[in-house]
C-alpha cells in the first residue's frame, strides 16, 4: 500500500515562504511524485511534479516554486516562496508509476492547507 502524507502548511504573509513535506511509504520508492493544490470552488490542479526524467511545474509556480526528493528518507519537498494570495488552497501530494498517469492516481495525501494573507 502506498501510503503519503503532508506536513508543512499553514498561514503566511504574501511574500513570504513555507516548505512542505510529503513523507512516503516504502512501497513508493520508485514511483513518481508530485503535488497539486485545490482552491475554494476550484478544481484540483497540477503544481509541481519530480521523477527520474526530471522536474516539472504549473506555469503559475515556475520560478517561485521548487520541488525536491530525497529518497533515502522517501520525502518529497515543495519549497514555496513569492507566495501570492492566489497560491492558497489545500495542497495534495500524489505518487504513480508515471507523472502523466499521476491526475487519475489512486495515491494520494490527506492534503495541507496553506493560506496566504494579502
Known amino acids: 500500500q502506498v501510503l503519503l502524507v503532508e506536513t508543512g502548511g499553514g498561514l503566511v504573509q504574501a511574500g513570504g515562504s513555507l516548505r512542505l513535506s510529503c513523507a512516503a511509504s516504502r512501497r513508493a520508492f520508485g514511483y513518481a511524485m508530485g503535488w497539486f493544490r485545490q482552491a475554494p470552488g476550484k478544481e484540483r490542479e497540477f503544481v509541481a511534479a519530480?521523477?527520474?526524467?526530471?522536474?516539472y511545474y504549473a506555469d503559475s509556480v515556475k520560478g517561485r516554486f521548487t520541488c525536491s526528493r530525497d529518497n533515502q528518507k522517501r520525502t518529497m519537498y515543495l519549497q514555496m516562496n513569492s507566495l501570492k494570495p492566489e497560491d492558497t488552497a489545500v495542497y495534495y501530494c500524489a505518487a504513480s508509476s508515471t507523472i502523466d498517469a499521476m491526475p487519475r492516481t489512486d495515491y494520494w495525501g490527506k492534503g495541507t492547507l496553506v493560506t496566504v494573507s494579502s
Open positions: 519530480v521523477s527520474d526524467g526530471g522536474t
